[in-house]
């Protein structure tokens, strides 16, 4: 069973960075395609961004607008998530899923983390 582990978050002013991070515990990302998604109380979790086993592939948000960036470092088997420019509205909690399926920005991975909270405020 894959366990993943997101960190990284926190209070940032609007216009802050932070960088989020996503690893498996007792286990290995490498060969599995990664989601980062987030979620608001009372609103559906939605995909913020993806990346293929391959690397090849990435895939973000129309919300994200050039703001994120998804990038995997294979030998700490960690996949990254950094935020700049940072707005109210992408205050959330961010959850990491993993899946051997490539599932771009659907919700159908088969492995979830617990979440990180990421606050936006000034």
């Known amino acids: 069973q894959l366990q993943l582990v997101e960190s990284g978050g926190g209070l940032v002013q609007p216009g802050g960075s932070l960088r989020l991070s996503c690893a498996a515990s007792?286990?290995?990302?490498?060969?599995?395609?990664i989601g980062w998604f987030r979620q608001v109380p009372g609103r559906e979790r939605e995909g913020v961004s993806c990346i293929s086993t391959s690397n090849k592939y990435t895939k973000y948000g129309d919300f994200v607008q050039g703001r994120f960036t998804i990038s995997r470092d294979s030998a700490k088997s960690t996949v990254y998530l950094e935020m700049n420019s940072l707005k109210p509205e992408d205050t959330a909690v961010y959850y990491c899923?993993?899946?051997?399926?490539?599932?771009?920005?659907?919700?159908?991975?088969?492995?979830w983390g617990q979440g990180t909270q990421v606050t936006v405020s000034s």
């Open positions: 899923a993993a899946d051997r399926d490539y599932a771009g920005l659907l919700r159908a991975y088969d492995y």
């Open positions: 007792g286990g290995n990302l490498n060969g599995y395609n």
